[in-house]
Structures are given as structure tokens and as C-alpha cells.
Nanobody, 121 residues
Framework: VQLQASGGGLVQAGGSLRLSCTVS????????MGWFRQAPGKEREFVAG????????LYGDSVKGRFTVSRVNAKNTVDLQMNSLKPEDTAVYYC???????????????WGQGTQVTVSS
């Protein structure tokens, strides 16, 4: 299973970005998917997760109400819409695939390469 994340960039505080992750290999609809982020000097943090069907979602406390995760199984893609961005959202964002739906990095088996998001104040 290979994951390719895209869509990162530089945005001003209060702005929006949409990240996308394309998955190849395996049967995409069977994989719960997650987004994580890691800022310099900090541990990897869970951002959002979505079940294989897309019916269930889970969010980290710091992004609830601002970020939305979605997936299109027919296209093997999972997106992260990020609104009302804050400087503290600056990090490398990773998409990941799991065999079970959860919010910890240990539950995820496959990882993309990461995409940088920088939010300026």
C-alpha cells in the first residue's frame, strides 16, 4: 500500500487549505484512514480519522470544528479540509492507513511521505 499526500503550502492565519491523499495498492475501502501532524520538536499528533465507509469520523481536540476529513472510495482518496488555520497548525501532515479505526499512530500500518503546512501570523 502506497500513500501520496499533497496540497500543503503557506497560508495566512484564518485561511484554508485542503490536503489530499491518494492511495494505491490494497482495497482502499477496507482501510480506515487517518491524518497526523508533527511540528518540529513535538511528538506526532492525531488530527483526524475516517472509517472505511466514511460513516464515522474522529478528530483531535485541537482541530474540532475547524477541520473536516472526507473520502471518496471510488477515487482512492482521502481529503482534509482545514479552515480557520492558526500558526500552531504549522506542521508536516501525514496520511496513514490502518486495519482498524482509531486515533493513535500505533494503529496505523502504512504512511505517506508528509506534506508541509505553514501558517503565518
Amino acid at each position: 500500500v502506497q500513500l501520496q499526500a499533497s496540497g500543503g503550502g503557506l497560508v495566512q492565519a484564518g485561511g484554508s487549505l485542503r490536503l489530499s491523499c491518494t492511495v494505491s495498492g490494497g482495497t482502499f475501502s477496507t482501510y480506515p484512514m487517518g491524518w497526523f501532524r508533527q511540528a518540529p520538536g513535538k511528538e506526532r499528533e492525531f488530527v483526524a480519522g475516517i472509517s472505511g465507509t466514511g460513516h464515522y469520523t474522529l478528530y483531535g481536540d485541537s482541530v474540532k470544528g475547524r477541520f473536516t476529513v472526507s473520502r471518496v472510495n471510488a477515487k482512492n482518496t482521502v481529503d482534509l479540509q482545514m479552515n480557520s488555520l492558526k500558526p500552531e497548525d504549522t506542521a508536516v501532515y501525514y496520511c496513514a492507513a490502518s486495519s482498524r479505526f482509531g486515533g493513535t499512530s500505533a494503529e496505523y500500518d502504512y504512511w505517506g511521505q508528509g506534506t508541509q503546512v505553514t501558517v503565518s501570523s
